[in-house]
């Protein structure tokens, strides 16, 4: 079955940087697009940012446009959010999650099909 899994989480202090990775197995993980979501406590699920089937086209929520960068390893399948300049407003579980509709780009959480269980990041001092 479809399986995703996060890691890379922790606690950080301000300013610091964290790479996020997702591993996927139990399908065709060049099929998918991936996209990173993150949900702080209260709050809604936020997209962050989508990578499309072959890494070539990106698109980041302005919020984390200039700091978060998306890429993938399609031979290793794996994704990463590498996130730099840390905040403490970027404290939230981080999702991925990847989605099939050809020429997507989706950054709906409601689009997307199979998601990984989260892994917890902490900006803190």
């Known amino acids: 079955q479809v399986q995703l899994v996060e890691s890379g989480g922790g606690l950080v202090q301000p300013g610091d940087s964290l790479r996020l990775s997702c591993t996927g197995s139990?399908?065709?993980?060049?099929?998918?697009?991936m996209g990173w979501f993150r949900q702080a406590p209260g709050k809604e699920r936020e997209f962050l940012a989508v990578i499309s089937r072959t890494g070539g086209r990106t698109n980041y929520e302005d919020s984390v446009k200039n700091r978060f960068t998306i890429s993938r390893d399609n031979d290793k399948r794996v994704m990463y959010l590498q996130m730099n300049s840390l905040k403490p407003e970027d404290t939230a579980v981080y999702y991925c999650a990847i989605e099939s509709t050809i020429g997507g780009l989706r950054r709906r959480p409601d689009e997307y099909d199979y998601w990984g269980q989260g892994t917890q990041v902490t900006v803190s001092s």
């Open positions: 139990g399908y065709s993980f060049k099929d998918y697009d």
